[in-house]
């Protein structure tokens, strides 16, 4: 079975990444963007079987800091 | 003192760190990070400088979850001294021993300068050997140096005067001006300048020599 986890800076978390590319976008003349947030897409080929549970607990030890991200789990 | 360096793949201050804490007149070994515990009768683990892992996934977020730093978490918990700079500041975020997380610099830009810093609190065996409001110069060599915590926590460094080191002219966008943070029981310090980058003449100057040697000087009294 496959996981894709997507893990992003939590509302309210400064994103200076996005911001850049929201002004290098706005400077090619794509008017209108008004927020960029960048994040992360992380595969998981994983033994069938392993719970969403377990694949939480990943992201809480080690896929995301949930200081500073959240993340959400879809199972393909 | 007996001091230990945790050495990762990609830490490049790991020397710099045992010459200074030497020159101070400790005791020091360098400690593999797949070592599962510390040297006995170890006081202090520095947690050096460097791009541990390649900085992959997130900064120290892998070298937290190496063997040795289970063993320096523990040591940690039972009271024992732990520095951690730049990239080990990064770690000890990552192992929850400090709070908040290092962000990419707010001008997305690798820094690497001497900054002024103003040293917030001599109330700890890393500060004791200035005063409070000392101003001091250390190199920042960063590219994820821009502290960050929630406002409640930020709210309980304050008042628990946990703030050892503040920036006189913030480089990276770091929440309160904040350089490096100490642990509840004042014991883990991680700071993102380099103190062990100003111990010698020749570094250019040598104001982190009073944070070695206070820090070194605590264990000869004891």
Known sequence: MKARVHVMLKNGVLDPQGEAVRHALGSLGFDGVEGVRQGKVIELDLADGTSEATIGEMCEKLLANTVIESYRVEVL | ?222
């Open chain 2, 1 to 222: 003192m007996r001091a230990a360096v945790i050495v990762f793949p990609g830490s490049n201050c790991d020397r710099d760190m045992a010459v200074a804490l030497r020159a101070a007149g400790a005791d020091v070994s360098m400690v593999w990070h797949k070592d599962a515990s510390l040297p006995d009768g170890v006081d202090l683990v520095a947690v050096p400088g460097g791009f541990s892992f390649g900085d992959y996934l997130r900064c120290g977020a892998i070298a937290a979850q190496s063997p040795i730093c289970k063993a320096v978490v523990a040591h940690a918990n039972r009271g024992g001294y732990v520095l951690g700079v730049c990239n080990g500041f990064q770690v000890l975020t990552e192992t929850g021993l400090l709070p908040g997380a290092l962000m990419r610099n707010a001008n997305l830009k690798f820094i690497c300068k001497t900054v002024d810093l103003k040293v917030e609190t001599s109330a700890s065996a890393f500060t004791e050997g200035y005063n409070a409001g000392d101003l001091v110069g250390y190199p920042v060599a960063h590219h994820d140096g821009n502290y960050t915590v929630d406002d409640a926590t930020l709210a309980t460094l304050t008042s628990e005067d946990r703030i050892a080191f503040s920036y006189g002219d913030n480089p990276n966008g770091s929440v309160a001006d904040i350089a490096g943070v100490l642990s509840e029981n004042r014991r883990v310090l991680g700071m993102m300048p380099h103190p062990e980058r100003a111990v010698d003449e020749g570094h250019g100057g040598t104001d982190g020599q009073a944070l070695f040697r206070g820090l070194v000087g605590q264990f000869a009294q004891a």
